[in-house]
């Protein structure tokens, strides 16, 4: 013979329990470990302003693979707040690239390269706040190249 027994609480609690447990970790989630985890680092106030800016140009003519010049200066040595925000700008009338040999990123300012061509008259800017070496070319033409060695400060 069956017995019926009363339905017992302890489901509804457990229930009750779980989805507690799942609101709490969401609300910490939201809260606490996405704002932290996309945090910009802090960074020295001398770094994010350098006291120079180093220019690099893309000369004219630069898409012809026979020119020998092409991003002038060429090898460029960057002291971090000294001059470690680099604008190249496109004297050229082609547009160009500054495209990473391989990928590098900067914890304060994100993935270095242009996100699409600079267009002739148009610049590219990055602000590095890590030491970095970085050899770099044109997407379209590759023969263009061009290296940067950023290193920290020497005083």
Same mark, same amino acid.
């Given at each position: 013979m069956l017995s019926s027994q009363p339905p017992s609480n302890v489901y509804g609690i457990g229930i009750i329990t779980v989805i507690v447990g799942i609101s709490v970790s969401i609300i910490f989630y939201q809260m606490y470990y996405l704002p932290e985890s996309l945090a910009k680092p802090a960074v020295e106030e001398h770094i994010l302003n350098p006291v120079e800016q180093t220019m690099i140009s893309m000369i004219?003519?630069?898409a012809n693979p026979n020119q020998q010049d092409n991003f002038v200066p060429k090898l460029v040595n960057i002291q971090l707040g000294i001059d470690n925000h680099i604008i190249w700008i496109n004297d050229d009338d082609t547009p160009h690239t500054v495209t990473p040999d391989h990928s590098v990123a900067d914890s304060y300012s994100g993935p270095f390269g242009s996100s699409g061509v600079v267009k002739a008259g148009e610049t590219y800017e990055f602000l &590095? $706040? +890590?030491? /970095? +070496? !970085? +050899?770099? /070319?044109? +997407?379209? /033409?590759?023969?263009? $190249?061009? $290296?940067? !060695?950023?290193?920290?400060?020497? &005083?």
């Open positions: 004219s003519g630069s &590095f $706040t +890590e030491a /970095h +070496e !970085i +050899e770099y /070319h044109c +997407e379209p /033409h590759p023969w263009m $190249t061009g $290296t940067l !060695i950023v290193t920290k400060q020497r &005083f």
